[in-house]
């Protein structure tokens, strides 16, 4: 109950294209979805986050669409560059008010951007 | 302003000897969470700890791991006679004192063990 999965393990798409990744959880304590973009070598930095309250937000290229019935939440990347290629982690974590904020990632998807 | 701070960077160990791993979050942050990372896997979480506590220590294995984070001066993440099982990429986070934002964590360079 404390899983969340994530798809596709890795993913191509050329420059310009729109790359989505996908994430699926089960426990409905959760209420923060945070991405976060890794580079090798370097820690995870924060990308974009949202709560329940919204279905949708969107911060530049990135646009994170969340359906709390299916409990699942994407991450879309439009116009991708070959900069974007990274490493990509969904993560959840249930509400402060319940004590412990311990992030639960994803298994991550290596996106490579095609030139 | 200051990211979270990690150091070494890299470590190295023999079989049996011990690991210290320093974390000082960012400024203004009092939480501080410690994340384990094996290669081509996802972070798992380890240990939360705000200043001179424990919060949730679900994460940690039984033995050999230990956190702090002492009222002056950086967390601590120590692993005694660490094992080739242990060689990993470790992260620490901060994240700011309570609210809705206490969700965000902002994540440190990581230190890097390698048991040999």
């Known amino acids: 109950q404390q899983q969340v999965k994530q798809s596709p393990q890795s993913l191509i798409v050329q420059k310009g294209g729109i790359s989505i990744i996908n994430c699926a959880y089960e426990?409905?304590?959760?209420?923060?979805f945070p991405w976060y973009q890794q580079f090798p070598g370097k820690g995870p930095a924060l990308l974009i986050a949202i709560r329940p309250d919204v279905s949708e937000k969107k911060e530049g290229r990135f646009t994170i669409s969340f359906n709390k019935s299916a409990k699942q939440f994407s991450l879309h990347i439009m116009d991708s560059q070959p900069g974007d290629s990274a490493t990509y982690f969904c993560a959840a974590s249930p509400s402060p008010i319940q004590g412990a904020q311990k992030l639960v990632f994803g298994q991550g998807t290596r996106l490579t951007i095609n030139p | 302003n200051a990211g979270v701070m990690q150091n070494p960077r890299h470590l190295v160990r023999r079989r049996g000897q011990e690991a210290r791993l320093r974390c000082s979050p960012m400024k203004g942050h009092s939480h501080v969470y410690w994340y384990r990372q094996l290669p081509e896997e996802g972070l798992k979480f380890m240990v939360y700890l705000q200043k001179e506590n424990i919060i949730d220590e679900s994460g940690m294995p039984k033995e050999r791991f230990s956190a702090e984070f002492p009222k002056e001066g950086p967390s601590i993440l120590r692993i005694q006679q660490v094992v080739r099982g242990d060689s990993a990429a470790y992260f620490c986070a901060s994240s700011p004192p309570g609210g809705a934002a206490g969700n965000e964590q902002f994540f440190g360079p990581g230190t890097r063990l390698t048991v040999l």
């Open positions: 426990n409905t304590a959760f209420d923060y």
